[in-house]
C-alpha cells in the first residue's frame, strides 16, 4: 500500500515534469496504481484529526506524478458530510486522460487556501479557480468515457490534480505581493 513517505515533495525535480496521454484499454498496472492511490485516499480520510498517522497525511486527490510516474492518470475521493462529520455521500474518481473542455468565467477559491501531498510547508494565500468546469476523462472505476461537471470545492480539486499534470503546484497560482488581494469575480468557497 502506498504510504505518505511514497509521495514525492516538491524539492524531488519530477513534481516539475510534464505527464503524458496513458493508451487505453488501460493497462493491468495502471489500473491497480489507481486502486492503490484511491485505497490511500480513503485510509488517509480515515485517520482522525486527534490521532495523525506520519504514514496517512489526509488527502482528496492525488496524481501519478506525486508518486514519480509521468501518467495523466488521478483518484479522486471527496466525502460529503452532514454536521455531525456523518458521511452522507462520497464523489470518487479513478480518471485517465483527463482535459478540461469548457469552464465559467466566474472564479472562486478555498478560503482556507489549497495544500498538496507533496507540498510540506505551508503556502498562505487565495488560490483562484474556475468556479465550475467540464472534464471529460476515462473513469477506470465504471470503465467508461465520462463528462464531469464539477462545480465550487470539486470544481476545485479537479483543477488541482489536473494543474499536476502540467507540473504546477497551488502555490505558483499564489499573488506573491499579496497572497490574499481580493480575487474579482470570485466565490469565496469555506
Ligand atoms: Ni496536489
Redesign the pocket.
Known sequence: MIRYGNIIDDKDPRIREKSEEVPLPLSAEDRAMLEEMLEYLEASQAVSDDEENEDLRPGV?M?AI?LGIPKKICAVLIYETDEDQNVTGETRYGLVNPKIVSHSEKLCYLKAGEG???VREEHEGYVPRYQKVTVTAYDALQDCEVTIVARGYHAIVLQ?ELD?FSGTL?YDHINPEDPFAEIPNAAEIE
Open positions: 486527490g496524481a506525486q498538496c501531498l507533496s488541482h499536476h497551488f
